[in-house]
């Protein structure tokens, strides 16, 4: 079963972030991240205990232009939330960020 757990449409300007809220893990084994924008974007998942202080930080990787990007992650902690952030150059005009939680049955 996977539940949409965090997602944003906003553009972002170059030199920016966009920084989801901290979403409740507990019950899911994995998070997904998608990111699809006309601009290369970098981003990481952030992982916390608490919601307040950042335990783990996964890897950044880079999402390709034009081109839609799926990562997965065991979760780590009870709390995640996605970074995504922009160093193109350019402002987005067109951005879509995901974050999906997957438990099996």
Do not use: P
């Not at 079963?1 to 920016?16: E, F, K, P, R």
């Not at 950042?54 to 709390?79: H, R």
């Amino acid at each position: 079963m996977v539940t949409l757990l965090d997602y944003s449409n906003t553009n972002i300007n170059t030199g920016a972030s966009y920084t989801g809220a901290w979403v409740h893990c507990g019950n899911y084994e994995r998070v997904r991240v998608s990111v699809y924008a006309d601009q290369i974007l970098q981003a990481h998942i952030e992982f916390s205990m608490d919601a307040v202080n950042i335990d783990a930080v996964s890897d950044t990787w880079d999402a390709a232009a034009s081109v839609g990007e799926g990562y997965d992650w065991a979760v780590y902690n009870l709390y995640a939330r996605v970074v995504v952030s922009n160093s193109s150059g350019v402002n987005t005009a067109a951005c879509r960020i995901r974050m999906l939680g997957e438990k099996t049955c």
